[in-house]
C-alpha cells in the first residue's frame, strides 16, 4: 500500500514539530518545510527543507511533488510579549499574509486538494473578552469582527482566504482556531514564549522565597492546551468526511493567570511570591467553547491542565538547569 505523503510548513516551529512526528507515527511520508530548523530536536520528517515561505521560488522548490495533504502552521508569532505591544505589527501581517497567499496560490497550481490551516482565537473580537469570567468565544461570534491585534486581524483575513479558495477553487480547506498550545519543545525564553512556558521558566529560575513578575493584575483568564490533544483535534478535522471548520481547539479548563502561576508552583514545589508589573495583556478573558467541536468530531479535548504543566515544566527545569 502506497504510503500518504504530508506537507507540514512550519515544521521548525513547536506545533509543526510535534505534528511531524505524529504523522510519521501514523505512517505517512512527510517533508517539513521552515526558515529554521527545529531549536531542540532533530525532525524526523523524510525531507526537511530550509525555506523562506515569503518567497515565490521557495514553493516551487517545495511543491516539486504531489501531497496527499499539506499543514500551513508557518507565521510570524509569539506571545503577549511579542503579539500585544504593536511594535512587530509589520512584520506580524506582512509576512503570514505572504505565506498564506503564497501556500494557496502554488498549491492550486500544483492540483493540492487538501490543505489545513492553523488560525487561532485572537481572531475573536475584544468586545465579546472584557469579562474575565464570561468570554465569549463560540465559532460564529466572530463577526462583528474587532480582533484585539493586528495577529488576530491576519488570521482572520487568511481564514477568509482559504474559504474562498475553497468556494472559487475546489480546494478541501479545514480550519481550526487554536487556543494557547503548550508543551514540551515549545519556545521558553526569548520573548516569543507563551504564558505557560514564560510561567514554567520563570518559577524554575527563582529561589525559594523569592518572587516572579505577572504582567497586570493576574486576574486575567485564558485556556491552555496540551500539544497532544491539539494534535488529536488536527487529525481527526483532516479526517473528517464534510466538515471544514473553522473550529475551536482549546481546552475549557479556565484559569486565571495567577493560577496558572499557582498550579506551576504546586509542580514545581516551590513556593514563590507574585510581583504585579505593567506589561501587554491582551484581552481580559478568553476560553475554548467546545460544543461545535463535540457536534461535528464526536470528540473535543479533556486533558488536564495540571498534567500538561507537569511535563512542560519539568521539560523547561531540564533546560534552565
Request: net charge positive; hydrophobic share 35%.
Amino acid at each position: 500500500m502506497k504510503k500518504k505523503t504530508a506537507l507540514v510548513c512550519g515544521a521548525g516551529g513547536f506545533i509543526g514539530g510535534h505534528l511531524v512526528n505524529r504523522l510519521k507515527k501514523e505512517g505517512y511520508w512527510v517533508r517539513g518545510v521552515d526558515i529554521k530548523k527545529h531549536d531542540f530536536e532533530e525532525s524526523v520528517a523524510d525531507e526537511f527543507v530550509l525555506a523562506d515561505l515569503r518567497e515565490d521560488a521557495s514553493w516551487l522548490k517545495i511543491f516539486d511533488r504531489p501531497f496527499d495533504e499539506v499543514y500551513q502552521l508557518a507565521a510570524d508569532m509569539g506571545g503577549a510579549g511579542y503579539i500585544f505591544t504593536g511594535n512587530h505589527d509589520v512584520e506580524v501581517m506582512h509576512n503570514s499574509a505572504s505565506i498564506n497567499l503564497n501556500a494557496l496560490n502554488y498549491g492550486y497550481k500544483v492540483g493540492i486538494k487538501k490543505i489545513f490551516y492553523a488560525s487561532s482565537a485572537c481572531i475573536y473580537p475584544a468586545y465579546n473578552q472584557t469579562d474575565p469570567n464570561n468570554p465569549k468565544c463560540n465559532e460564529e461570534s466572530a463577526y462583528p469582527a474587532e480582533p484585539d491585534s493586528e495577529y488576530g486581524w491576519e488570521k482572520l483575513f487568511s481564514e477568509r482566504l482559504y474559504f474562498a479558495y475553497m468556494r472559487n477553487n475546489g480546494m478541501d480547506v479545514r480550519v481550526a482556531r487554536f487556543h494557547n498550545i503548550f508543551g514540551p519543545q515549545g519556545t521558553w525564553t526569548g520573548g516569543k514564549e507563551k504564558a505557560p512556558a514564560a510561567m514554567c521558566r520563570k518559577v524554575a529560575e527563582a529561589k525559594k522565597g523569592g518572587e516572579i513578575e505577572i504582567w497586570g493584575d493576574g486576574l486575567q483568564t485564558r485556556s491552555f492546551l496540551y500539544i497532544d490533544e491539539c494534535l488529536e483535534g488536527i487529525r481527526r478535522l483532516m479526517n473528517s468526511k464534510d466538515f471544514h471548520g473553522p473550529v475551536n481547539i482549546g481546552s475549557e479548563e479556565m484559569v486565571t493567570i495567577n493560577e496558572l502561576a499557582e498550579m506551576v508552583m504546586k509542580v514545581a514545589k516551590k513556593k514563590v511570591g507574585l510581583k504585579h508589573i505593567k506589561g501587554p495583556l491582551g484581552v481580559r478573558g478568553r476560553n475554548s467553547d467546545n460544543k461545535l467541536i463535540k457536534k461535528s468530531l464526536g470528540w473535543a479535548p479533556n486533558y488536564p491542565l495540571i498534567k500538561g504543566l507537569e511535563k512542560t515544566y519539568r521539560w523547561i527545569d531540564g533546560q534552565v538547569n
